[in-house]
């Protein structure tokens, strides 16, 4: 890959192509812009002080002062973290098994639940249904990800609701790396948010009735897509619900939270296709990551290192140079991990490739020549293969 198969921010390297960011005259990106405002223009003083009143109101209130939504990533588990060791908050912990968790990150989940001792509930979804939303979801939107997307932000809502958990705290603020909401906002996780760009534009009741059973045969009930629906305004308002971002009130640096949670829990990085091996701990929960982020390198001409590199750079840490280097060293790599990935969904590369040129992102083209293929990763072994 090389700096200009698509324009790139000209301070970091995020690409014009990036879903919701702009450009100012100058070729600076809002991402940019909004990590200027985090660093000279707020009190986090002042919001660290209503964070701890907003925590007040909640404390020894209910069953659980807070529900933590959790993968046992970096964002979650120091989110998790801070909320019990930081503000000793009695937390429900629910995680949404999006059916891709590798080795150590469950290692890593264990380790966690039990140093911190807090209350846990995994849910796992209906596998037959699972693979018919990857496929329509692959399909309609270029991401097969749907299921995952909307199930780890409605199944916690749903969870408050049937607990009585007014309070939900969620990790980083998507100012951090994306222009959905910036700095100078409040960026509340609520239904507008939901349907503003995490349900991809599809709802449950949409996604219920595409369906075309092109990977299996099963034929969903209505009632297997409860998990994937947000609560009624209804629920929520008589709840009281709050449902806020930890980064919020509190500023997010990534690289110092992972230095936190490996001394104080132990927590282990691992290698993720297409990723340098000094980014250890990004996006190891998932071992269908890798195509993920081929998939945005096919559409968007850029992968997972890009937007790596463009954190370090906006924080000091890496030049432009440098991380234009790591850029064209690691992204652009056919991920090993395909080859399951179209054995789950019941097709070959080609079908594969045709579905995702009808989502490619102006001035974005396809690759003329195929992309070299990435090494297998070390636990491939132990993922489970079963189809159905």
Same mark, same amino acid.
């Given at each position: 890959? =090389? ?7 000209? !301070? ?18 809002s ?21 701890d ?7 020894g ?9 959790? !993968?046992g @990533? ?6 998790? #973290? ?12 629910? !995680?949404? %098994? ?10 890593n989940? =264990? $380790? ?7 209350d ?5 979804p ?5 693979r ?21 932000? !409605? ?6 609701v049937? #607990? ?5 705290m ?5 100012g951090?790396?994306?222009s ?11 239904e ?16 219920? @009735?595409?369906? %075309? ?5 099963? $034929? ?18 008589d709840?009281?619900c709050?449902?806020?971002?930890? @980064?919020?009130?509190?500023? #997010? %640096? ?11 829990l132990?927590?282990?990085? %691992? ?7 000094e ?13 993920r ?11 997972r290192? =890009? ?15 440098? @991380?234009?280097?790591l ?38 083209? #396809? ?7 990435g ?7 132990s993922? =489970?293969?079963?189809?159905?």
């Amino acid at each position: 890959m =090389n700096e200009y198969r698509v324009p790139l921010c000209k !301070s970091c390297l995020v690409p014009h192509t990036n879903e919701s960011v702009t450009f100012d005259g100058s070729g600076i990106c809002s991402v940019c812009h909004q990590i200027q405002y985090k660093k000279k223009n707020i009190d986090w003083q002042l919001r660290s002080d209503e964070l701890d009143e907003l925590l007040e109101r909640h404390r020894g209130k209910y069953d659980y002062d807070c529900i933590v939504p959790f !993968s046992g @990533g970096k964002d979650s588990t120091y989110t998790l #973290w801070y909320l019990v060791t930081q503000k000793k908050l009695k937390c429900l912990v629910i !995680s949404f %098994d999006h059916g891709f968790y590798r080795p150590t990150l469950i290692e890593n989940r =264990n $380790k966690t639940l039990r140093k911190l001792g807090q209350d846990f509930i995994q849910f796992t979804p209906n596998w037959k249904l699972v693979r018919q939303l990857m496929y329509e979801s692959l399909k309609r939107r270029g991401d097969f990800c749907w299921h995952c997307h909307t199930g780890i932000f !409605s199944y916690p809502m749903r969870t408050a609701v049937k #607990w009585g958990v007014p309070l939900l705290m969620w990790g980083e603020p998507t100012g951090e790396y994306a222009s959905f909401y910036s700095y100078d906002e409040v960026e509340e996780v609520n239904e507008e948010r939901f349907n503003r760009f995490v349900n991809l534009g599809i709802t449950a009741e949409d996604m219920a @009735g595409m369906l %075309d059973n092109k990977v299996s045969d099963y $034929k969903p009930d209505v009632r297997d897509f409860m998990p994937y629906t947000y609560p009624s305004k209804k629920e929520l308002r008589d709840l009281k619900c709050e449902s806020l971002l930890l @980064g919020h009130y509190i500023p #997010w %640096d990534v690289k110092e939270q992972v230095d936190i949670i490996k001394q104080e829990l132990d927590w282990k990085g %691992d290698k993720v296709e297409g990723v340098p091996e000094e980014y250890d701990y990004e996006k190891i929960e998932c071992y269908m990551q890798g195509v993920r982020d081929y998939l945005k390198f096919l559409k968007r001409g850029i992968g997972r290192t =890009n937007h790596l590199a463009s954190i370090d750079i906006r924080n000091g840490r890496l030049t432009r140079e440098e @991380g234009l280097k790591l850029m064209k060293e690691n992204d652009g790599k056919r991920p090993a991990s395909l080859d399951l990935f179209l054995k789950y969904l019941d097709i070959n590369e080609d079908e594969f490739n045709e579905i995702v040129k009808l989502h490619v992102v102006s001035p974005n083209k #396809w690759p003329d020549e195929p992309l070299p293929k990435g090494d297998e990763l070390g636990d491939v072994k132990s993922w =489970n293969k079963t189809i159905d």
